[in-house]
């Protein structure tokens, strides 16, 4: 008899583990300020998610401004400096540090995955009571794309000796769904970052959930059990 298939989970971090979205969106307005680049807030927010180069060239080709390597290595300084600034507010969503520890207790393997860089992925990972030398945490450093590509999530699945296709990425945004598709992995969408559910749905999200506590309690819903 062929032993049952594990479901692994791989978690996106901000707006997915914890509420640090508009913490980004507003860092990312300071730094575009900063820079002398005017772009609406709301703007801002509909590109949280995806990888930190993708969203500046994409930001700087909409408004028009030339885009060099030294604009947008600024922009990243700026952005993490004033992301820094806030770090204090971070929180864990509510059912975070309660759906890992149960995953945690069950054997369940996980890992995070975030488009942040460490600089400013360390702030979440220390709110969230995640230690990255025990815990598998990738981060945009670590790859050569993020997303929509799929490399973080590939990367997280690797480092846990998992199967992709037999994974279940959780996330908050239409990117990591997206990234999700790419990988061939089962998405699940979470409404605590702002995307609406049917966006999460047409983005390949297979259920949505409120927030992570949500998710716990339909945890049977999505996890294969062994």
């Known amino acids: 008899m062929p032993a049952p298939i594990r479901t692994t ?15 980004h969106v507003l860092a990312w307005k300071q730094a575009l300020d900063a820079d002398g680049i005017p772009l609406s807030v709301w703007r801002i927010h509909r590109k949280i998610g995806m990888s930190g180069g993708l969203f500046t060239n994409i930001l700087l080709r909409e408004t028009g401004i030339d885009i060099t390597p030294e604009r947008v290595e600024r922009l990243h300084k700026l ?6 600034a806030q770090a204090t507010q971070i929180r ?12 945690t207790d069950n054997d369940i393997p996980w890992a995070i995955a975030t488009s942040g860089r460490m600089e400013t992925a360390r702030h979440n ?17 670590m790859v050569r794309y993020a997303k929509p590509d799929p490399d973080l999530f590939l990367a997280a ?12 990425v959780v996330g908050d945004s239409i990117w990591d769904l997206l990234a999700a598709r790419r990988a ?8 605590s970052g702002g995307y609406g559910q049917d966006e999460l749905e047409r983005a390949g999200g297979f259920r949505v959930y409120e927030d992570p506590a ?6 049977d819903e999505v996890a294969a059990r062994a």
Not at 9 to 23: A, E, K, N, P, R
Not at 184 to 191: C, F
Not at 214 to 219: E, Q
């Open 9 to 23: 989970f791989l978690f996106d971090l901000d707006g997915t583990l914890v509420d640090s979205v508009y913490q």
């Open 157 to 168: 699945a690797d480092k846990l000796g998992a199967d992709i296709e037999h994974s279940v």
């Open 79 to 84: 952005h993490a400096q004033a992301y820094a």
């Open 184 to 191: 061939r992995a089962l998405g699940v969408g979470l409404l």
């Open 214 to 219: 949500d998710l716990l309690k339909h945890i």
């Open 125 to 141: 990972l220390v709110a969230l009571g995640v230690d990255p030398e025990r815990n598998v945490v990738i981060t945009r450093d």
């Open 92 to 103: 864990p969503l509510p059912g975070a540090v309660e759906l890992l520890a149960y995953l």
